[in-house]
T-cell receptor
Framework: NAGVTQTPKFQVLKTGQSMTLQCAQD?????MYWYRQDPGMGLRLIYY???????DKGEVPNGYNVSRLNKREFSLRLESAAPSQTSVYFC?????????????FGQGTRLTVV | GESVGLHLPTLSVQEGDNSIINCAYS??????FIWYKQESGKGPQFIID?????DKRQGQRVTVLLNKTVKHLSLQIAATQPGDSAVYFC?????????FGAGTTVTVRA
């Protein structure tokens, strides 16, 4: 049982390049979330998917798009990377949006945009 | 959550002492609060939670206190151990979205 798996773990991009961060969970969870973590700022919600087929904006959605490919997978895309998007990105999943005690986080993707 | 007033970004604790980590949350409508622990290079892990109809909850070596009047949370860790060294975040749940505070880095001195 792998839990929440994020790929890649590390990535360096040049300004203007695009890339997709992948997230997959094997716990049959309904809801999935993407956060970014910057020093001294905690985790900020980028986008979330309360259930398969739905996606919604969080606090900081600008510059990102998401796809809930199926129940297992929730990807985050940067169409034109900017240095301000240098951050550590975490994916999380929970069975029920009200049950954050059961939230599982991935190991994170450390992205550097130069 | 946000860090105002009593929040300290870092806390150094002697092994065996008790730790108190404070957090001020921002939304009076939040009804559910959680403390997470994040070790270096890992994602956050659940420690303990509390609902807004409670003011205290205890777990194994941890206690969470909630003061809704001043929108303040605290996490108490008893007999702090080296394995408790980490960043601790408070988080508030509002409308099924979880918002995190800035975090407190706890360092345990041997």
């Amino acid at each position: 049982n792998a839990g929440v798996t994020q790929t890649p773990k590390f990535q360096v991009l040049k300004t203007g390049q695009s890339m997709t961060l992948q997230c997959a969970q094997d716990m049959n969870h309904n809801s999935m979330y993407w956060y970014r973590q910057d020093p001294g700022m905690g985790l900020r919600l980028i986008y979330y998917s309360a259930s398969e087929g739905t996606t919604d904006k969080g606090e900081v959605p600008n510059g990102y798009n998401v796809s809930r490919l199926n129940k297992r997978e929730f990807s985050l895309r940067l169409e034109s990377a900017a240095p301000s998007q240098t951050s550590v990105y975490f994916c999380a999943s929970i069975s029920d949006p009200g049950l954050w005690t059961e939230a599982f986080f991935g190991q994170g993707t450390r992205l550097t945009v130069v | 959550g946000e860090s105002v007033g009593l929040h300290l970004p870092t806390l150094s604790v002697q092994e065996g002492d008790n730790s108190i980590i404070n957090c001020a949350y921002s939304n009076s409508a939040s009804d559910y609060f959680i403390w997470y622990k994040q070790e270096s290079g890992k994602g956050p892990q659940f420690i303990i939670d509390i609902r807004s109809n409670m003011d205290k909850r205890q777990g194994q070596r941890v206690t969470v206190l909630l003061n809704k009047t001043v929108k303040h949370l605290s996490l108490q860790i008893a007999a702090t151990q080296p394995g408790d060294s980490a960043v601790y975040f408070c988080a508030e749940n509002n409308d099924y979205k979880l918002s995190f505070g800035a975090g407190t880095t706890v360092t345990v001195r041997a």
